[in-house]
């Protein structure tokens, strides 16, 4: 890895593994009522040690000035909303040459794998590594296989077996690290034995994804969490699951101590 992607990458590890809130989900629904101040919500994350946020184009002008001394990812992708017919088409809103002159640390895209124009995604993805490659500045891949997009978007709950979970994410994750993303965001499978066989496969460090709130409560939350990062997980972006919750500020703290150990 070249010397702006070492030290831009560094910024969201320096404490070990990355905690990152992301703020991006007005991008594709009305912001939940946690999001309708967004400065506020930053300055709540800047007061923790989380690690980073992850925001929008059009987002982070307005928030730069209280980020303090989070790092930033900025959402590049973008073009599906709750009220579209395809939430598998997403293209590009902006470029890494724009979201480098905004500030950002890192870029992230979807990469949705299985999905009819899975094609679409994967050359998004590549061209994007190759971009990213010349400038210095990390790539996030968020692999969702197909079988996990309806739940990731909150549509649905899980379905299927642990074993077919485990091998859908393990295509999406590697597919991404293959591409040439530096990064890979996507979801723990809730099998620990299984997961650590898909980081042991995946040389790009995993973040897990926290998708839609659980309501099983935070205990059980944390302890999910924990069992990922015990089989290798290397950060976690947890949004809905932070400030949805009634205590967005104590479940930072307890995600810190679990992924900065």
Known sequence: MDTGKTLRLGRFTRRGGAVIIPMDHGLFA???????????????????????????PGMLPHVADVAGHLAVILR???????????????????TPQAAMALGADMVVVNGFVGVENENEHLSKLGGLAVQCQSLGLPLMGEMIPSTRLSYHFGHSKK?????????????????????GADVIKTHYSGDA?????????????????????????????????AQAVDAGAKGVII???VWQRQNPKDMITALCRIVHR
């Open 76 to 94: 590049i992708d973008g073009t599906h909303t709750r009220l579209g017919q395809h939430i598998e088409r997403c293209d590009l809103i902006s």
């Open 159 to 179: 379905t299927g077996s642990l074993e077919e979970a485990n091998r859908d994410l393990w295509l999406a994750a590697r597919t991404g690290a293959e591409i």
């Open 193 to 225: 034995k299984g997961f650590a066989k898909i980081v042991q496969s995946v040389p790009a460090p995993i973040w897990i994804a926290g998708g839609p709130l659980d309501k099983g409560g935070d205990e059980a939350f944390l302890e999910m969490i």
């Open 239 to 241: 949004g809905r699951n």
């Open 30 to 56: 009305e912001p939940p009522e946690a999001l309708a101040d967004l400065r506020g919500l930053v300055k709540t994350v800047a007061d923790t040690e989380a690690d980073g946020i992850l925001v929008t």
